[in-house]
């Protein structure tokens, strides 16, 4: 099936660092999504995306939908404990826009 | 305002065992999907809906089994449990329309199978 490469994994991080983080793939999409997953918890949608060079914030989040239509980016301002969970990206195909393509997700842990 | 409604929310089966994981939703969207979620896999696409009366299968479809009568439940079936089906199962409801989508989750279920 189509994998979206999301980047990193996991990351250790302080309290009040910045955190980013990127979805990659060879395939044109047409949406990307953004999700937080807390413990035990389904994901919750973050940021929505729909245009190539689109930036859009929610709060601490911005994300960006990359100008080859390939990636996008999140990033996470002055991060605060309750940010701990893991992050997903999201994509809608160009050529199949009845189905969802999911990142492996990543793992962010806050360091006292 | 419930959202999507999985239930129930932990199940253990044993081998060769059937289910039914429930799913509702409440926002009148036409396209419903079941994931599964296992470890360093992210969310896979077991199958999903685009309306009542319409299926079709995603990634990984083996084993199980779906069915669409209204557009508020979508039902998945194991009919013969395996321990290769132990994961997170979640189910989600979206809309597609002028180019935009969104896919809102259930708080999934949790299926042991041994």
């Known amino acids: 099936g189509q994998q979206l490469n999301q980047s990193p994994q996991s990351m250790f991080i302080q309290e009040g660092e910045d955190v980013s983080m990127n979805c990659t793939s060879s395939?044109?999409?047409?949406?990307w999504l953004w999700y937080k997953q807390d413990p035990g918890e389904g994901p919750v949608l973050l940021i929505a995306?729909?245009?190539?060079?689109e930036l859009t914030s929610n709060g601490r989040l911005t994300a960006q939908f990359g100008i080859t239509r390939k990636d996008s980016f999140l990033n996470i301002s002055a991060s605060i404990p309750s940010d701990v969970g893991i992050y997903f990206c999201a994509g809608q195909l160009a050529v199949d826009f009845e189905k969802l393509t999911f990142g492996t997700g990543t793992r962010l842990t806050i360091i006292p | 305002n419930a959202g999507v409604t999985q239930t129930p929310k932990f199940q253990v089966l044993k081998t060769g065992q059937s289910m039914t994981l429930q799913c509702a939703q409440d926002?009148?969207?036409?396209?419903m999907s079941w994931y599964r979620q296992d470890p360093g896999m992210g969310l896979r696409l077991i199958h999903y809906?685009?309306?009542?009366?319409?299926?079709d299968q995603g990634e990984v479809p083996n084993g199980y089994n779906v069915s669409r009568s209204t557009t508020e439940d979508f039902p998945l079936r194991l009919l013969s449990a395996a321990p290769s089906q132990t994961s997170v199962y979640f189910c989600?409801?979206?809309?597609?329309?002028?180019?935009?989508?969104?896919?809102?989750f259930g708080q999934g279920t949790r299926l042991t199978v041994v």
């Open positions: 926002m009148n969207h036409e396209y």
């Open positions: 995306l729909y245009k190539a060079g």
């Open positions: 395939s044109i999409f047409n949406t």
């Open positions: 809906s685009v309306g009542a009366g319409i299926t």
């Open positions: 989600a409801s979206s809309y597609v329309t002028a180019g935009r989508t969104e896919a809102f």
